[in-house]
């Protein structure tokens, strides 16, 4: 019972990016938020099994790709299959941060972070970010997640 209430809880449907040495991944994420004003962070929930979950761990930076409405079919290339062993760029238009972290083309918006902490939250863990870097265009509307519209 308790579960299925969060499940009316919306949030924007985001891409977690990152790149470790020669290897670049992004993951769809649902359970993100703003975690402090100054300086200004963000907490980004992550199994431990998940493969961006390693690469983080090894780069210390990590990107925010907000996505924009009509890009609920990127959202899920990235939500469904895991970048061991497919390359999820494939195709895509992106560019790079000032990083090298992959940047998504067409987005609401961007949020560069530096790892700073992660915690242990069960099944999860949460990586803190110091925001480094934003970007938002105010043209476009976010893509909003629900979890019982999406799947």
């Not at 924007?12 to 200004?40: C, E, F, L």
């Not at 961006?52 to 996505?67: C, D, Q, R, W, Y």
């Amino acid at each position: 019972m308790a579960a299925d209430i969060l499940d009316i809880v919306t949030s924007p449907v985001t891409v977690v990016t990152v790149r470790s040495k020669d290897k670049i991944n992004g993951m769809t994420v649902a359970w993100i938020m703003q975690a402090a004003h100054s300086p200004a962070s963000v907490v980004v929930s992550i199994a431990p099994q998940r493969y961006t979950h390693s690469l983080i761990k090894e780069s210390k930076v990590f990107g925010v790709n907000i996505l924009s409405e009509g890009q609920k079919e990127l959202g899920r290339r990235f939500g469904f299959t895991s970048g061991r062993n497919f390359d999820k760029f494939k195709g895509l238009k992106y560019h790079t941060s000032k990083n090298d972290i992959p940047v998504l083309e067409d987005i609401y918006a961007y949020i560069e972070c530096k790892l700073v902490n992660i915690a242990n939250a069960g099944d999860h863990d949460l990586f803190i970010g110091e925001v480094t870097e934003k970007v938002v265009d105010d043209k476009k509307r976010p893509l909003v997640f629900r979890a019982k519209d999406y799947f």
